[in-house]
């Protein structure tokens, strides 16, 4: 058989989901926060809300998700995107809110407004991209850099005598009663992925039934600033990062 | 029941990150050796007969620059 008999659209069985826009991504080679986009877009197509999502894009590499996934977005200054998220939820309750945002955005500069968004327990879902440093800004060490990780900042590697210890954000999270699901996935592999666009329709149901905060840390790659090949990046987090930040459900009290 | 696979790849978009070529499970894509107009090694079938359709390579590509087809045979 021919491939010009199998390449035909009645044999199509995946392409790029109407939701991702034209705009080629700014992204380097193999970066997981374009798979999380492509995560994002199928689940909001399959769930077939589009008119329904309001995200919050964070300051970081993932800046331009607006440009990228064909929903309505709001920018938020650097690490208020919970605060943001919070108050669109308010004037929109009917509406799935969620922010997407980096380790540094997230668990540096906006440490307590995610601590509060969660702590009342908003009926938003929050996307948490950790890679482990600041990408953006040329790989500085963030909250969740690995001990003896070596960064711009840390070029002898992090040391908890200095710096302290990785931040384990979805845990300390998890303690509070508003939040309902915390979990904890990654993009590396096929079947991860997967594992991770269910989490993700869980999140959103979460919301349809004004459950509370949902909470999905994706453990990823920065192979810029990790000075790695994306192969050589996945391969690297599976070894080092899964150990400190094991993928897994952290909580879950959906009751679904 | 015995499937083909086949895909499409769109090689001036393709970042050459090479997520793609671990992913699949029957070989059947490779790195090109030649580059593309953004200077990237693509990747293409190399061996086309192997594939199943599985969509594998297609799910991590993080650009989604990959269509997959299959028919049952
Ligand atoms: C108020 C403010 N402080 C600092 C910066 C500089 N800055 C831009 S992105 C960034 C960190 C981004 O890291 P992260 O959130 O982990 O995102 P990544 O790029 O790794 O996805 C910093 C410190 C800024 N833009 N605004
Ligand atoms: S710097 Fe890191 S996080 Fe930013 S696009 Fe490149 S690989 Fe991705
Ligand atoms: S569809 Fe599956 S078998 Fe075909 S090239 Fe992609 S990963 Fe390989
Ligand atoms: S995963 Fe996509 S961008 Fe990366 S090499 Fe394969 S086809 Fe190209
Ligand atoms: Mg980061």
Redesign the interface.
């Known amino acids: 058989m021919d491939i010009t008999d199998i390449i035909k659209p009645e044999n199509k069985v995946y392409g790029k989901s109407r939701l991702l826009l034209d705009k080629v991504m700014h992204f380097c080679p193999g970066c997981s926060h374009g798979t999380i986009h492509k995560i994002i877009a199928e689940t909001i197509d399959e769930l077939d809300i589009q008119e329904q999502v309001i995200g919050i894009s964070p300051v970081g590499c993932a800046v331009l998700a607006y440009d990228y996934i064909d929903i309505d977005w709001q920018e938020a200054a650097h690490g208020r995107a919970p605060a943001l998220a919070t108050a669109i939820k308010r004037l929109y309750p009917d509406k799935y809110v969620f922010t997407y945002q980096g380790d540094g955005d997230l668990a540096s500069i906006g440490t307590g407004e995610i601590i509060h968004t969660c702590n009342r327990g908003d009926n938003v879902t929050i996307i948490f991209v950790n890679n482990a440093i600041y990408g953006m800004t040329g790989g500085q060490m963030a909250p969740t850099t690995l001990e003896g990780m070596k960064t711009a900042t840390t070029p002898k590697g992090r040391s908890y005598i200095s710096s302290g210890f990785p931040m384990k954000i979805t845990e300390m999270l998890a303690i509070l009663p508003g939040v309902v699901y915390a979990t904890r996935q990654s993009v590396d592999t096929p079947a991860a992925e997967r594992k991770a666009k269910k989490a993700v329709i869980k999140a959103f149901k979460c919301q349809k039934l004004k459950k509370g905060t949902s909470f999905i840390e994706f453990v990823s790659t920065c192979s810029s600033g990790w000075k790695m090949t994306p192969t050589e990046a996945n391969t690297w987090m599976r070894e080092n990062m899964f150990p400190v930040f094991p993928p897994g459900d952290v909580k879950d009290e959906t009751g679904f | 029941m015995a499937v ?3 895909i ?1 790849v769109e090689t001036e ?1 393709c ?5 793609c ?3 699949c499970p029957s070989e059947t894509i490779a790195m090109s050796k030649q580059v593309n107009g953004k200077g ?1 090694n693509y990747m293409y ?1 190399a061996h ?1 007969e192997k594939c199943t ?1 599985c ?2 390579c ?14 049952k ?1």
């Open positions: 083909r696979g086949a499409e978009l970042k050459g990150c090479g997520v070529v671990v992913s990237y079938m086309p359709g969509v594998n297609a799910v991590v590509c993080p650009d989604t620059v990959i269509t997959v087809y299959r028919v045979i």
